[in-house]
């Protein structure tokens, strides 16, 4: 497969809002050993993508964000065999994934499926990935126990209702308005309810009969910590995805100490590739049978790959349900 020295990419040229994302021409970048080069056709827009923009903070050196792609494996490096090239896959990246190509380890590598077009398939890895480091690497959840998930519309949430329910997992989801609840039902949420409910935790306590949360996936960044500590199990634990942009979080130690609670966080990003290539063999064995049947990428809205920064204005309204993603043409 002929592959050009130059590409079109999204570059985050400064640190601000979503105007600071601007179309540039760079190099295509050379698969390194171990790592595939991948003919992006659609990307994921992530919240991480959001912070990263409005910080201006670029790990691993690229100003270029892009977690999540589905594509063709155009290239592949040291210790990867050939026959590889031209594999229909969707990878989760260490960024580079707002771009015409993008190199990814192959452990990080999934076939993508038939049963899912390239613009769902690049909404699926990001979510999946998440959902099973925190829950089963993090925090090990087990199917006797019941999680939480604030945020079950989000792009991680409602892909994990779906994949988790469809696994016999119990799942509360909570989130923002009447129509995300419902939503978040439809996704298989066992119970769900608005987090602005000042009885959450009542509700919640009752919908698992007074078991209460043993796994919470925390994307708030613990801006309902109250609600939180009184819904949740003895032994429970809470895993925080999202910074809040440094913000400091006041804990109550008396109710920690009660219940025996751990409170922990991760970021997917920096986590190293074997913790990573782990938690892709059990998404290749658990999840991926159940793609375009019981779990399928609802997308909320698709722009060209030139249009990154409408897509990231329409992410911080908010109001969308599923995946946002850019389509990547290669006129």
């Given at each position: 497969m002929d592959v050009p020295e130059t590409q079109t990419a999204i570059v985050i040229t400064a640190a601000g809002g979503p105007e600071v994302l601007e179309p540039r021409t760079v190099e295509v970048p050379v698969p390194g050993a171990g790592q595939v080069l991948i003919?992006?056709?659609?990307?994921?827009?992530?919240?991480?993508?959001?912070?990263?923009?409005?910080?201006?903070?670029?790990?691993?050196?690229?100003?270029?964000?892009?977690?999540?792609?589905?594509?063709?494996?155009?290239a592949v490096g040291d210790g990867v065999e050939n026959a590889r090239i031209g594999e229909h896959v969707m990878a989760l990246v260490q960024g580079g994934g707002y771009g015409q190509y993008v190199v990814a380890d192959q452990q990080l590598v999934l076939t993508a499926p038939d049963t899912l077009?390239?613009?769902?398939?690049?909404?699926?890895?990001?979510?999946?990935?998440t959902t099973w480091w925190n829950f089963f690497h993090l925090m090990k959840f087990e199917k006797d126990a019941f999680a939480l998930i604030h945020g079950g519309t989000s792009g991680v949430g409602h892909i994990a209702l779906q994949a988790m329910s469809a696994?016999?997992?119990?799942?509360?989801?909570t989130a923002g308005t009447e129509t995300k609840v419902a939503a978040a039902k439809g996704f298989g949420a066992h119970d769900a309810f608005s987090y602005r409910d000042e009885d959450l935790a009542t509700h919640?306590?009752?919908?698992?009969?007074?078991?209460?949360i043993a796994a919470l996936l925390d994307v708030s960044a613990g801006a309902h910590l109250e609600q939180d500590l009184q819904m949740m199990a003895a032994d429970g634990q809470i895993a925080h995805l999202s910074g809040g942009g440094g913000a400091e979080l006041a804990l109550p130690l008396r109710d920690i100490m009660a219940k025996r609670l751990r409170i922990t966080g991760s970021l997917l990003r920096p986590l190293p590739v074997d913790r990573k290539a782990r938690v892709a063999e059990q998404?290749?064995?658990?999840?991926?049978?159940?793609?375009?049947?019981?779990?399928?990428?609802?997308?909320?809205?698709?722009?060209?790959?030139?249009?990154?920064?409408?897509?990231?204005?329409?992410?911080?309204?908010?109001?969308?349900?599923?995946?946002?993603?850019?389509?990547v043409d290669h006129d």
């Open positions: 003919r992006v056709s659609a990307a994921g827009i992530n919240r991480h993508d959001i912070h990263q923009r409005s910080s201006g903070r670029h790990s691993d050196g690229t100003a270029i964000p892009g977690l999540e792609v589905c594509g063709t494996i155009a077009s390239d613009i769902e398939a690049a909404g699926f890895p990001e979510a999946a990935f696994l016999g997992y119990r799942v509360i989801a919640v306590l009752h919908a698992t009969a007074g078991q209460g998404i290749r064995r658990d999840v991926l049978p159940l793609l375009g049947d019981k779990v399928r990428p609802t997308i909320a809205a698709t722009f060209d790959l030139r249009e990154a920064a409408k897509a990231h204005a329409m992410m911080e309204e908010n109001a969308h349900i599923g995946k946002i993603m850019l389509k």
